[in-house]
């Protein structure tokens, strides 16, 4: 793409094309692309990314498209940006696109691959207590067929050790799932030694990188995973009603989901009612039509992120993330977060004994994060300032001192 379109396209100056970027970005024309930041203080891309101006451009797109086009749309233009959709999540982890299946949510993803594992009574699955309870929700929806789940707990309400995991697989555990980041405290998992633990049983490693992809950098050939799944609610910037699920390359074959449809169907527009044949990429995990909307906006999102760079974000976010940490500290706030910056992402837990008014309060002024039971949470992203983070500090100290 020349400079002179990608530069009027994505309206990032130190970019210089899709693909390569400046050491260094310009995060002030970065944030400039985000509406919200003009009249909010956002601490809250944990919960929920912010919409950006070329997410709403794209959004606007499809449905210009859709009215002028109708059905048509769907041929020339939709499934096209369902593949550069693919392109842009496999570029992030270092994948190919044909491993790359698009799905509806992070329930959806475990449920197809699950399907495709025959379990049998006696057989066990394993999962973190710390990791989002939707993991564990269908574990459990397993056990009318005689499945065990083990839930490993944490010890510090921070981390679960990779050594916990290792002495909760055994030699019947067909599946363990656990993410890279702790949506409860930011703790940032060994997930290599995770995985390695799952192989050495013979069991499928399943990567939960909804709290991390985006902003910590992955690398799917290093980590090891067979399945990585993430999505476009929170650091992609694309949304809700969009995620992304890796398979590695040489187990697809080996899966074939009973939780499946057309989509996942080799030649899907045949509409043949007399057999079932898989596609031979990860596309064989899709069930039925995907939302278009979130597609566009996701496609537009992970854009952002790939032209930023993950290893700049990780970096800004660090960077704003210890001084949060710090100067919550030097108030006098008790935090639940891991012990050094190397295994922090953004998450930040401030521990309250009632954070639900504190944040509305917070609101109030213009100032949003967020709560889960216990603690007040907080959770910088690029578009985040330091003077941000002061202001943020500076409220929460006078509204819990008084």
């Not at 969009?242 to 040489?250: A, E, F, L, P, S």
């Not at 290893?311 to 706030?333: H, K, M, N, P, Y």
């Not at 907080?378 to 202001?391: G, R």
């Amino acid at each position: 793409m020349p400079l002179t379109a990608c530069a009027l396209r994505i309206q990032l100056p130190h970019t210089l094309n899709e693909g390569t970027f400046m050491a260094t970005p310009d995060w002030d024309s970065a944030r400039a692309q985000f509406p919200t930041l003009q009249k909010k203080i956002y601490l809250n891309s944990c919960s929920l990314g912010l919409l950006s101006r070329r997410s709403r451009d794209a959004l606007n797109k499809y449905m210009d498209l859709w009215e002028e086009k109708g059905a048509a749309a769907w041929y020339v233009e939709w499934f096209a940006e369902m593949e550069d959709l693919r392109e842009q999540f496999a570029r992030l982890i270092n994948a190919s696109a044909d491993e790359i299946a698009i799905m509806p949510s992070i329930s959806a993803t475990l449920a197809a691959i699950s399907s495709s594992i025959d379990l049998q009574e006696g057989d066990q699955l394993v999962t973190g207590e710390l990791d989002f309870p939707t993991v564990a929700h269908g574990f459990h929806a397993k056990a009318r067929s005689g499945v065990e789940t083990t839930v490993v707990r944490s010890d510090d309400r921070v981390m679960v050790s990779p050594e916990q995991f290792e002495q909760a697989i055994s030699e019947r555990t067909r599946l363990v799932a656990t993410s890279r980041v702790y949506f409860t405290s930011g703790y940032i998992q060994d997930i290599s030694t995770i995985c390695d633990a799952a192989h050495n049983a013979g069991a499928i490693a399943f990567v939960d990188d909804y709290q991390a992809t985006g902003q910590v950098p992955i690398d799917v050939q290093e980590v090891e995973a067979d399945v990585l799944v993430s999505g476009g609610l929170k650091w992609l910037l694309g949304g809700p009603g969009i995620t992304y699920m890796y398979v590695r390359r040489d187990l697809i074959p080996e899966l074939e989901p009973s939780i499946t449809g057309w989509f996942g169907h080799r030649d899907q527009f045949a509409f043949n009612p007399h057999e079932m044949v898989y596609k031979d990429s990860a596309g064989r995990f899709e069930t039925g039509t995907p939302s278009v909307s979130a597609m566009y906006t996701g496609a537009e999102g992970l854009r952002i992120v790939n032209e930023l760079g993950a290893d700049a974000i990780r970096q800004r976010t660090s960077e704003l993330t210890s001084r949060l940490v710090s100067s919550l500290r030097e108030r006098g706030f008790d935090l639940r977060v891991p012990p050094d910056d190397e295994h922090h992402a953004s998450i930040t837990m401030i521990e309250l004994d009632n954070p639900g008014p504190v944040v509305d309060r917070l609101a109030e002024r213009d100032i949003i994060v967020d709560f889960r039971p216990g603690a007040l949470r907080a959770s910088p992203y690029f578009y985040n300032t330091q003077e941000d983070i002061d202001i943020f500090v500076d409220a929460l100290t006078e509204l819990t001192r008084k």
